[in-house]
């Protein structure tokens, strides 16, 4: 008996048999394909950051043409404040006066990129930029850029007050003596990319 062959345009019994089996086949695998393709997605997925992380990660860039000496920008990055401060020759010079009565003046205990590692913990000396975060608890010291005011004494000659507290911070964010915070406000990592623009998040300081 020999196998059934189409020799005339006539299909057999047999040819109908195959054809089915490879359809079957042919619809098997491409679910499988389909149903491995699915619980893939989901896998890779979770490995991909999600765009919360990313944008708390990504570097910040605060344009500051317009910042006034005794002004201050603010941006978030990595869910933290950062403040951004124009300093005048005056300010700059009382930085100086209130050394003596500083905890940590050469920020030998404190936090901040070895290019911020200066007399006024900056890239540039007219512009300060600090986490607006007390190192003492976490709270927002305000910026009191004000010359001996009433509340804060006749050796108080600008800074930073937090009110939790009473801790306060010279505007070099350098803490002073006999407060509660440990160190001076932390220095983030960031770097000039132009003469106005600042970007927080990138650790090379200069452009």
Same mark, same amino acid.
């Given at each position: 008996?020999?196998?059934?062959?189409?020799?005339?345009?006539?299909t057999?019994? &047999?040819?109908l048999d195959?054809?089915?089996?490879? #359809? %079957?086949g *042919?619809?098997t695998?491409?679910?499988g394909? $389909?149903a491995?393709?699915l %619980?893939?997605v989901p896998f890779?997925?979770?490995? /991909? =950051?999600?765009?919360?992380? @990313? !944008?708390?990660?990504a570097?910040?860039?605060?344009? *500051?043409?317009?910042l006034q000496?005794? @002004?201050?920008?603010? !941006? @978030?990055? +990595?869910g +933290?404040?950062?403040?951004?401060?124009r300093?005048?020759e005056a300010?700059?010079?009382r930085?100086k @006066?209130? &050394? =003596?009565q %500083?905890?940590? =003046?050469e920020s /030998?205990?404190?936090?901040? =990129? &070895?290019?911020?590692?200066?007399? #006024?913990?900056s890239? /540039?000396?007219?512009v300060?930029? $600090?986490?607006?975060?007390c190192?003492?608890?976490?709270?927002?010291?305000?910026?009191r850029?004000?010359?001996q005011p009433a509340?804060?004494?006749?050796?108080?000659?600008?800074? #930073? #007050?937090? !009110?939790?507290h009473?801790? /306060?911070f010279?505007m070099?964010g350098?803490?002073?003596?006999?407060?509660?915070?440990?160190?001076?406000? &932390?220095?983030?990592p960031y770097?000039f990319?132009g003469?106005? $623009? *600042?970007?927080v998040g990138t650790?090379t300081?200069?452009a």
């Amino acid at each position: 008996m020999t196998d059934a062959v189409t020799t005339d345009g006539v299909t057999t019994d &047999e040819d109908l048999d195959e054809s089915r089996r490879r #359809f %079957l086949g *042919i619809a098997t695998g491409a679910t499988g394909a $389909v149903a491995a393709g699915l %619980l893939a997605v989901p896998f890779l997925g979770s490995l /991909k =950051p999600s765009a919360r992380a @990313q !944008a708390l990660g990504a570097p910040v860039q605060i344009n *500051i043409e317009s910042l006034q000496p005794g @002004q201050v920008a603010r !941006a @978030q990055w +990595r869910g +933290r404040t950062v403040y951004v401060v124009r300093r005048d020759e005056a300010m700059l010079e009382r930085v100086k @006066q209130m &050394e =003596p009565q %500083l905890s940590d =003046p050469e920020s /030998k205990a404190s936090d901040q =990129p &070895e290019y911020a590692l200066n007399e #006024f913990r900056s890239v /540039k000396p007219e512009v300060l930029v $600090v986490f607006g975060q007390c190192t003492h608890l976490g709270c927002a010291p305000a910026p009191r850029f004000d010359v001996q005011p009433a509340d804060l004494g006749s050796e108080w000659f600008g800074g #930073f #007050f937090c !009110a939790c507290h009473g801790s /306060k911070f010279d505007m070099a964010g350098r803490v002073l003596a006999g407060v509660p915070a440990p160190k001076n406000l &932390e220095i983030p990592p960031y770097r000039f990319v132009g003469e106005s $623009v *600042i970007e927080v998040g990138t650790d090379t300081g200069a452009a």
